[in-house]
């Protein structure tokens, strides 16, 4: 995305990274033209990415899956070795 002067010396001067800024962008709540991430929306992308790192772990040690779709529809899936 194209950033402004404006916004890069902004975010500067208030400690705000470029990965936070996507990260509001990611989880925060859309309002016309801007995203808002508070407390609250934080808190539950943590339990969120925490849900999604446990599933992860255990499909890495599985060795991860396949999964076969058609037409938007699940068909099959089997563990990979």
């Keep these: 995305m194209i950033s ?3 916004v ?3 975010m500067n001067q208030r400690g705000i990274t470029r990965q936070m800024v996507e990260t509001a962008m990611d989880f925060g709540v859309p309002h016309n033209d ?3 991430l508070g407390r609250k929306e934080a808190q539950r992308a943590i339990s969120l ?3 999604q790192l446990k ?4 499909l ?3 060795g991860g899956i396949t999964v076969v779709f058609e037409n938007g529809m699940l068909i099959t899936t089997w563990n990979n070795f």
């Design 4 to 6: 402004s002067k404006h």
């Design 8 to 10: 890069d010396q902004r």
């Design 34 to 36: 801007r995203y808002c």
């Design 49 to 51: 990415l925490q849900s």
């Design 55 to 58: 599933i992860l772990k255990k």
């Design 60 to 62: 890495a040690d599985k």
